[in-house]
């Protein structure tokens, strides 16, 4: 890929931060996981799988950035403002933030009390879940007791999402397993979700 001219800017002054010729805005930003990119005007920036870990984007602009799968782990994003970047599968373990003002919809759910019934899905693929290739039977209660609390993270065990995740996961799925839990078994809705979320326990119906 032929290399061009990128120049990264503070969002407030205009100020370049890093200037030089590189394949991409990613390549750039990874050739320069040390700089300091506080301010940084990243607004609509394609960051998809990039790896970000320990960077400094404190106050950075990353709205509408494509941030899907990047490695943020250890980031500091205090005060970054996110507002409508994508952030599916991201990696924030350990990331730096004043509060997560990207909550999906989804988050609402744990607002509910703490008795109220939930139904949500999983897809099969021969029978077996795609990525840990369990089987279920219909009618029986599955408990999940290494399911992780831990928000930051975006697939660990005990998974279920909405229909629409699923379809979107695999377009060609036709088996589906139809869940449901009580709300206090919500184990974690990742930050980051677009659909998926743990839960401690679920039936399958």
Same mark, same amino acid.
């Given at each position: 890929?032929?290399?061009?001219?990128? =120049?990264?800017?503070?969002? #407030?002054?205009?100020?370049?931060?890093?200037?030089?010729?590189?394949?991409?805005?990613? #390549? *750039?930003?990874?050739?320069?996981?040390?700089?300091?990119?506080?301010?940084?005007?990243?607004?609509?920036?394609?960051?998809?799988?990039?790896?970000?870990?320990?960077?400094?984007?404190?106050?950075?602009?990353?709205?509408?950035?494509?941030?899907?799968?990047?490695?943020?782990?250890?980031?500091? &994003?205090?005060?970054?403002?996110?507002?409508?970047?994508?952030?599916?599968?991201?990696?924030?373990?350990?990331?730096?933030?004043?509060? !997560?003002?990207?909550?999906?919809?989804?988050?609402?759910?744990?607002? &509910? !009390?703490?008795?109220?019934?939930?139904?949500?899905? /999983?897809?099969?693929?021969?029978?077996?879940?795609?990525?840990?290739?369990?089987?279920?039977?219909?009618?029986?209660?599955?408990? $999940?007791? #290494?399911?992780?609390?831990?928000?930051?993270?975006? *697939?660990?065990?005990?998974?279920?999402?909405?229909?629409?995740?699923?379809? /979107? #996961?695999?377009?060609?799925?036709? =088996?589906? &397993?139809?869940?449901? $839990? /009580?709300?206090?078994?919500?184990?974690?809705?990742?930050?980051?979700?677009?659909?998926?979320?743990?839960?401690?326990?679920?039936?399958? &119906?």
């Amino acid at each position: 890929m032929s290399k061009k001219l990128i =120049e990264i800017k503070r969002w #407030d002054t205009g100020e370049i931060i890093i200037s030089g010729k590189y394949e991409s805005v990613k #390549d *750039c930003l990874e050739k320069n996981s040390y700089a300091n990119l506080s301010y940084a005007n990243l607004s609509y920036a394609n960051l998809y799988y990039a790896n970000l870990s320990y960077s400094n984007l404190s106050y950075a602009n990353l709205s509408y950035a494509n941030l899907s799968y990047a490695n943020l782990s250890y980031a500091n &994003l205090s005060y970054s403002n996110l507002s409508y970047s994508l952030l599916s599968s991201a990696n924030l373990s350990y990331a730096k933030w004043k509060e !997560p003002l990207f909550l999906s919809d989804l988050y609402s759910l744990k607002l &509910l !009390p703490a008795n109220t019934v939930l139904t949500f899905w /999983k897809y099969l693929k021969n029978g077996k879940s795609p990525y840990q290739s369990s089987t279920y039977q219909v009618g029986k209660v599955y408990k $999940f007791d #290494d399911c992780s609390t831990n928000e930051q993270l975006s *697939c660990e065990s005990g998974n279920v999402a909405t229909l629409m995740w699923c379809l /979107k #996961d695999n377009l060609k799925t036709n =088996e589906f &397993l139809k869940v449901e $839990f /009580k709300v206090k078994n919500i184990g974690a809705i990742p930050y980051t979700t677009d659909g998926k979320f743990r839960v401690k326990k679920f039936k399958v &119906l």
